[in-house]
């Protein structure tokens, strides 16, 4: 597993296509960031098994399903950062 912080998008981004990618058993080339996750054909068990490790790997847990609001990768990120960031901030 690949470990970056993920409190910046981009990083964000490239772990999820990594994962994403892996899960499917397609190359990571063919994953755009601007297309909807569950376009790609990903069943409902592989995608709990992304979002959890997606949890383990930012060390906390989402209240609910992210991809609801944030289906493309692109918007993922940039919603796992913000919150990544905001978490850190109040454990300051």
């Not at 991809?67 to 692109?74: G, N, R, Y």
């Amino acid at each position: 597993m690949t470990h970056l912080s993920p409190l910046e998008p981009a990083n964000v981004q490239q772990w999820l296509i990594e994962q994403l990618a892996g899960e499917l058993r397609i190359d990571a080339q063919r994953i755009r960031t601007d297309v909807p996750i569950l376009s790609y054909g990903i069943d409902s068990m592989q995608l709990v098994g992304l979002i959890v490790r997606l949890e383990d790997w930012l060390g906390f847990r989402f209240s609910s399903n992210p991809l609801d609001e944030h289906p493309t990768i692109e918007s993922l990120s940039q919603f796992v950062a913000s919150a990544a960031v905001a978490r850190q901030s109040l454990r300051k």
